[in-house]
């Protein structure tokens, strides 16, 4: 149990475009979920917090305007990269709560953007 | 403010032991423990709770010491499988989710 997916793993874009991340937990609900960026080498920061039927709570410093979080349902969550830029090249990474103090992580998904 | 892990990194040869350490600076409510492979999303290990618990499974367990706002895991008897990337996650209280991850300890396993 507690499995969370993410669609796509990879994706290439170039520089300008939007990308669309989902997150889906696939055997239980989530009210919250919780959407992290990982650097090469470099630890996983959490960069928002997306609740089922409200506005997302993004941390100090990442641009709501640029990632845009929508929490449609109780299984899924997605994750808007607008117009991105080679720097918003990461590795970004979900994860959801099946119960109290526990996440379960997604397999994450590698952005390149050319 | 990200809890410091230490080491940053450390080699072994299977069946050695290892400690690793968590740090922060506020006061935390729970620390878990996870293990990430190169390219591939962190697999939970443990969580424990305010209260200086000890929890453990199979060879690897780990402690938490509230007062100190630390704490550490234990590796035994290690296995090649055990090699990857360790982060502790922290809760600062109650009414909250957030994981806020430590800098990471990075653990490679040799034959």
């Known amino acids: 149990g507690a499995v969370v997916s993410q669609h796509p793993s990879r994706v290439i874009c170039k520089s300008g475009t939007s990308v669309k991340i989902e997150c889906r937990s696939l055997d239980f609900q989530a009210t919250t979920m919780f959407w992290y960026r990982q650097f090469p080498k470099q630890s996983l920061m959490l960069m928002a917090t997306s609740n089922e039927g409200s506005k997302a709570t993004y941390e100090q410093g990442v641009e709501k305007d640029k990632f845009l979080i929508n929490h449609a349902s109780l299984t899924l969550s997605t994750l808007t990269v607008a117009s991105a830029h080679p720097e918003d090249s990461s590795f970004y990474i979900c994860?959801?709560?099946?119960?109290?103090?526990?996440?379960?992580f997604g397999p994450g998904t590698r952005l390149t953007v050319t | 403010q990200q809890p410091v892990q230490s080491p940053q990194a450390v080699i072994l040869r299977e069946g050695e032991d290892a400690v690793i350490n968590c740090s922060s600076s506020?006061?935390?409510?729970?620390v878990h423990w996870y293990r990430q492979k190169h390219g591939e999303a962190p697999v939970f290990l443990m969580i424990l709770l305010k209260g200086g618990e000890q929890k453990g499974h199979e060879k690897i367990s780990a402690s938490f010491n509230e007062k100190k706002q630390q704490s550490s895991l234990y590796l035994t008897a290690s296995q090649l499988s055990y090699s990857g990337t360790y982060f502790c996650g922290t809760v600062l209280g109650r009414n909250t989710d957030k994981l806020i991850f430590g800098t990471g300890t990075r653990l490679q396993v040799f034959p």
């Open positions: 994860s959801a709560e099946p119960g109290i103090d526990e996440q379960y």
């Open positions: 506020k006061a935390l409510y729970s």
